[in-house]
C-alpha cells in the first residue's frame, strides 16, 4: 500500500525559509513525474513545482519567482521543496503527488489517490 509522508512545515516570518521533504513508500519510482501541490483554507489544490524522472525537467508556477528549488532522490523515493523568501501568500498544507506531466498547469495523475497529511507552512508578516 502506498504510504505518503510529508515533512518539513512550520511557522516562520516573512523572508525566512523551510525545506519540505516528501517520502512516497511502495510506490513503483521508477519514471515518475512527481510534483508538490498545496492548498490554502477555502481554496482549491494548486500545484506549486513539478520535477522529471531524471531531474532534467522542472516546472514552478509562476508565483515562486525563483523562490523555491524541487529536487528529489531517486534512491530514497523523496521529494524535496526547499523554499526561501516565503510570503503570507505561501501559507497553506503542503501535499506531494505524481504527476501526469511536468507542463504549466500540470495536475495529479488520475490514478494517484494516496494523498498524504500535508505539511503546514504558515507565513507571518
Known amino acids: 500500500q502506498v504510504q505518503v509522508v510529508e515533512s518539513g512545515g512550520g511557522s516562520v516570518q516573512a523572508g525566512e525559509s523551510l525545506a519540505l521533504s516528501c517520502v512516497i513508500s511502495?510506490?513503483?519510482?521508477?519514471?515518475?513525474?512527481m510534483g508538490w501541490f498545496r492548498q490554502a483554507p477555502g481554496k482549491a489544490r494548486e500545484g506549486v513545482s513539478c520535477?522529471?524522472?531524471?531531474?532534467?525537467?522542472?516546472y514552478y508556477e509562476p508565483f515562486v519567482k525563483g523562490r523555491f528549488n524541487i529536487s528529489r532522490d531517486n534512491a530514497k523515493k523523496t521529494l524535496y521543496l526547499q523554499m526561501n523568501n516565503l510570503e503570507p501568500e505561501d501559507t497553506a498544507k503542503y501535499y506531494c503527488g505524481v504527476v501526469e506531466k511536468c507542463l504549466p498547469s500540470f495536475q495529479p495523475t488520475a490514478d494517484f489517490t494516496a494523498w498524504g497529511q500535508g505539511t503546514q507552512v504558515t507565513v507571518s508578516s
Open positions: 520535477i522529471g524522472w531524471r531531474s532534467k525537467t522542472r
Open positions: 511502495e510506490l513503483r519510482w521508477d519514471y515518475k513525474v
